[in-house]
Protein backbone atom coordinates (compact mmCIF):
# COMPACT_ATOMS: atom_id res chain seq x y z
CA UNK A 1 0.00 0.00 0.00
CA UNK A 2 1.08 3.34 -1.13
CA UNK A 3 0.15 6.26 1.12
CA UNK A 4 1.47 9.89 -0.01
CA UNK A 5 1.51 12.76 2.89
CA UNK A 6 -0.14 15.82 1.82
CA UNK A 7 0.61 17.40 4.75
CA UNK A 8 2.76 20.80 5.29
CA UNK A 9 4.64 20.52 8.47
CA UNK A 10 3.56 23.44 11.11
CA UNK A 11 6.08 25.36 12.63
CA UNK A 12 6.97 28.85 14.17
CA UNK A 13 6.34 31.36 11.31
CA UNK A 14 4.77 29.82 8.91
CA UNK A 15 3.28 30.81 6.23
CA UNK A 16 -0.57 32.21 7.10
CA UNK A 17 -3.03 33.70 4.93
CA UNK A 18 -3.03 37.72 5.88
CA UNK A 19 -4.12 38.77 8.70
CA UNK A 20 -4.93 35.28 10.31
CA UNK A 21 -2.89 34.33 13.75
CA UNK A 22 0.41 33.99 13.89
CA UNK A 23 1.71 30.41 13.68
CA UNK A 24 4.19 29.41 17.06
CA UNK A 25 4.87 26.03 18.19
CA UNK A 26 7.34 26.34 20.63
CA UNK A 27 8.53 24.51 23.73
CA UNK A 28 6.22 24.73 27.10
CA UNK A 29 7.61 21.39 28.89
CA UNK A 30 11.52 20.18 28.38
CA UNK A 31 12.89 16.66 29.39
CA UNK A 32 15.97 18.85 31.66
CA UNK A 33 13.44 20.21 33.56
CA UNK A 34 10.40 18.93 33.40
CA UNK A 35 10.67 15.57 33.34
CA UNK A 36 9.05 15.16 30.16
CA UNK A 37 8.63 17.15 26.86
CA UNK A 38 5.30 19.45 25.97
CA UNK A 39 4.88 21.96 23.06
CA UNK A 40 2.41 24.75 23.41
CA UNK A 41 1.05 25.49 19.43
CA UNK A 42 -0.68 28.96 19.07
CA UNK A 43 -2.52 28.82 15.20
CA UNK A 44 -5.84 29.82 13.74
CA UNK A 45 -8.15 27.25 12.27
CA UNK A 46 -6.70 27.80 8.92
CA UNK A 47 -3.30 26.96 9.31
CA UNK A 48 -1.43 25.36 6.91
CA UNK A 49 -3.18 22.05 5.59
CA UNK A 50 -6.37 23.27 6.37
CA UNK A 51 -10.42 22.35 6.13
CA UNK A 52 -13.16 24.78 5.87
CA UNK A 53 -16.35 24.31 6.91
CA UNK A 54 -20.03 25.91 5.73
CA UNK A 55 -19.75 28.15 8.76
CA UNK A 56 -16.66 29.82 7.45
CA UNK A 57 -18.05 31.64 5.15
CA UNK A 58 -21.96 31.70 6.93
CA UNK A 59 -23.07 32.40 9.90
CA UNK A 60 -26.10 29.09 9.87
CA UNK A 61 -23.66 27.03 7.95
CA UNK A 62 -22.55 23.66 9.20
CA UNK A 63 -19.42 23.51 11.60
CA UNK A 64 -16.49 20.99 11.35
CA UNK A 65 -18.08 18.89 14.30
CA UNK A 66 -21.05 19.31 12.82
CA UNK A 67 -19.79 16.33 10.74
CA UNK A 68 -18.93 12.88 11.46
CA UNK A 69 -15.29 11.39 10.99
CA UNK A 70 -16.50 9.51 7.67
CA UNK A 71 -17.29 12.69 6.41
CA UNK A 72 -13.57 13.67 5.43
CA UNK A 73 -12.54 10.46 3.97
CA UNK A 74 -13.89 9.04 0.66
CA UNK A 75 -12.28 8.46 -3.05
CA UNK A 76 -11.70 11.04 -5.71
CA UNK A 77 -9.49 11.98 -8.78
CA UNK A 78 -6.36 14.46 -9.29
CA UNK A 79 -7.17 17.15 -12.35
CA UNK A 80 -3.85 18.60 -13.17
CA UNK A 81 -3.66 22.11 -13.51
CA UNK A 82 0.16 22.85 -13.72
CA UNK A 83 -0.40 24.96 -16.52
CA UNK A 84 -2.26 27.50 -14.93
CA UNK A 85 0.03 31.41 -14.45
CA UNK A 86 0.07 32.96 -11.27
CA UNK A 87 -3.23 34.88 -10.51
CA UNK A 88 -5.17 33.05 -13.83
CA UNK A 89 -8.52 31.87 -13.55
CA UNK A 90 -9.67 28.41 -13.38
CA UNK A 91 -12.75 27.99 -15.35
CA UNK A 92 -15.67 25.67 -16.29
CA UNK A 93 -13.60 24.51 -18.89
CA UNK A 94 -10.50 23.64 -17.60
CA UNK A 95 -13.39 21.09 -15.90
CA UNK A 96 -13.87 19.81 -19.10
CA UNK A 97 -11.37 16.17 -18.66
CA UNK A 98 -13.62 15.83 -15.29
CA UNK A 99 -16.49 14.43 -17.36
CA UNK A 100 -15.44 10.92 -17.79
CA UNK A 101 -13.56 10.75 -14.30
CA UNK A 102 -15.92 12.41 -11.72
CA UNK A 103 -18.50 9.93 -9.83
CA UNK A 104 -21.26 11.40 -7.67
CA UNK A 105 -20.05 12.34 -4.29
CA UNK A 106 -16.71 12.00 -4.85
CA UNK A 107 -13.62 14.45 -3.74
CA UNK A 108 -11.45 16.55 -6.31
CA UNK A 109 -7.89 17.55 -6.01
CA UNK A 110 -6.64 20.46 -8.23
CA UNK A 111 -3.15 20.21 -8.67
CA UNK A 112 -1.15 23.16 -9.97
CA UNK A 113 2.35 22.11 -8.14
CA UNK A 114 2.27 25.59 -6.77
CA UNK A 115 2.92 23.89 -3.16
CA UNK A 116 6.67 23.64 -4.24
CA UNK A 117 6.90 27.45 -3.15
CA UNK A 118 5.18 27.14 -0.34
CA UNK A 119 6.46 30.28 2.31
CA UNK A 120 7.55 32.50 -0.84
CA UNK A 121 6.22 35.30 -1.67
CA UNK A 122 5.30 34.03 -5.03
CA UNK A 123 3.13 31.63 -3.36
CA UNK A 124 0.07 34.61 -2.56
CA UNK A 125 -0.45 35.05 -6.54
CA UNK A 126 -2.09 31.77 -7.17
CA UNK A 127 -5.00 30.67 -9.68
CA UNK A 128 -8.37 30.87 -8.29
CA UNK A 129 -11.39 29.25 -9.10
CA UNK A 130 -14.38 31.54 -10.37
CA UNK A 131 -17.91 31.42 -9.21
CA UNK A 132 -18.84 29.59 -12.29
CA UNK A 133 -16.43 26.93 -11.85
CA UNK A 134 -17.68 26.68 -8.60
CA UNK A 135 -21.07 26.17 -9.49
CA UNK A 136 -19.70 23.53 -11.86
CA UNK A 137 -18.17 21.45 -9.17
CA UNK A 138 -21.43 21.58 -7.30
CA UNK A 139 -23.10 20.63 -10.93
CA UNK A 140 -20.53 17.44 -11.29
CA UNK A 141 -21.86 15.92 -7.43
CA UNK A 142 -18.45 16.82 -6.41
CA UNK A 143 -18.19 16.64 -2.12
CA UNK A 144 -15.25 18.10 -1.39
CA UNK A 145 -12.69 19.97 -3.26
CA UNK A 146 -8.97 20.34 -2.66
CA UNK A 147 -6.45 22.61 -3.72
CA UNK A 148 -2.54 22.72 -3.41
CA UNK A 149 -2.24 26.80 -3.31
CA UNK A 150 -3.26 29.15 -0.31
CA UNK A 151 -7.05 29.99 -1.20
CA UNK A 152 -9.88 28.98 -3.63
CA UNK A 153 -11.06 32.17 -4.39
CA UNK A 154 -7.86 35.07 -5.24
CA UNK A 155 -5.90 36.41 -2.52
CA UNK A 156 -4.52 38.95 -3.83
CA UNK A 157 -7.15 41.44 -4.54
CA UNK A 158 -10.99 40.55 -2.52
CA UNK A 159 -13.07 38.75 -4.02
CA UNK A 160 -14.91 35.72 -2.56
CA UNK A 161 -17.14 34.08 -5.15
CA UNK A 162 -15.79 30.41 -4.62
CA UNK A 163 -16.41 29.89 -0.97
CA UNK A 164 -19.55 30.85 -0.88
CA UNK A 165 -21.04 28.66 -3.58
CA UNK A 166 -18.73 25.82 -2.50
CA UNK A 167 -19.84 25.69 1.26
CA UNK A 168 -23.26 26.89 0.43
CA UNK A 169 -23.60 23.47 -1.35
CA UNK A 170 -22.21 21.49 1.13
CA UNK A 171 -18.83 21.54 -0.83
CA UNK A 172 -15.99 20.84 1.94
CA UNK A 173 -13.02 22.88 0.72
CA UNK A 174 -9.30 21.71 1.22
CA UNK A 175 -6.68 24.46 1.28
CA UNK A 176 -2.15 24.33 1.24
CA UNK A 177 -1.92 20.75 0.12
CA UNK A 178 1.64 19.92 -0.23
CA UNK A 179 2.90 16.71 -2.70
CA UNK A 180 0.50 16.94 -5.15
CA UNK A 181 3.23 16.33 -7.68
CA UNK A 182 3.81 12.90 -6.33
CA UNK A 183 -0.33 12.19 -7.38
CA UNK A 184 -1.17 11.33 -10.75
CA UNK A 185 -4.11 13.06 -12.93
CA UNK A 186 -6.98 10.77 -13.98
CA UNK A 187 -5.72 8.19 -11.44
CA UNK A 188 -8.02 7.32 -8.23
CA UNK A 189 -7.41 7.52 -4.97
CA UNK A 190 -8.58 7.47 -1.54
CA UNK A 191 -8.21 10.55 0.26
CA UNK A 192 -8.39 11.22 4.19
CA UNK A 193 -8.79 15.16 5.13
CA UNK A 194 -9.33 14.59 8.97
CA UNK A 195 -9.57 17.36 10.93
CA UNK A 196 -8.62 18.17 14.22
CA UNK A 197 -12.12 17.97 16.62
CA UNK A 198 -12.05 21.82 17.37
CA UNK A 199 -16.22 22.12 18.87
CA UNK A 200 -18.03 24.77 16.95
CA UNK A 201 -15.10 25.85 14.61
CA UNK A 202 -15.34 27.50 10.81
CA UNK A 203 -12.49 24.96 10.16
CA UNK A 204 -9.03 23.66 11.25
CA UNK A 205 -5.42 22.19 10.34
CA UNK A 206 -5.61 18.31 9.21
CA UNK A 207 -3.61 15.85 8.50
CA UNK A 208 -4.13 14.74 4.77
CA UNK A 209 -2.77 12.03 2.88
CA UNK A 210 -3.99 9.82 -0.03
CA UNK A 211 -3.41 6.57 -0.42
CA UNK A 212 -3.43 4.82 -4.05
CA UNK A 213 -6.15 2.73 -4.91
CA UNK A 214 -5.60 -0.80 -6.16
Same mark, same amino acid.
Given at each position: ???????????? &??? *? =???? %????? /?? !??????? +???????????????????????????????????????????????????????????????????????????????????? &??? *? =???? %????? /?? !??????? +??????????????????????????????????????????????????????????????????????????
Amino acid at each position: MNIIDLTHEIHT &GMM *A =YPGD %PEISL /EE !ACTHETD +GCHVDYLMCGSHAGTHIDAPYHFLPEGRSITDYPVSRFIGEGVVLDLSRKKPGEAITKEDLLPLQEMVRKGDFLVLRTGLCEKY &GDE *A =YYNH %PYLTG /ET !AHAIVEM +GVRLVAVDFLNVDPTKWEQWDAHPVLLGNEVLIVENLNNTLQLEPGRRYCFCFAPIKLKGSDGAPIRAFAVESE
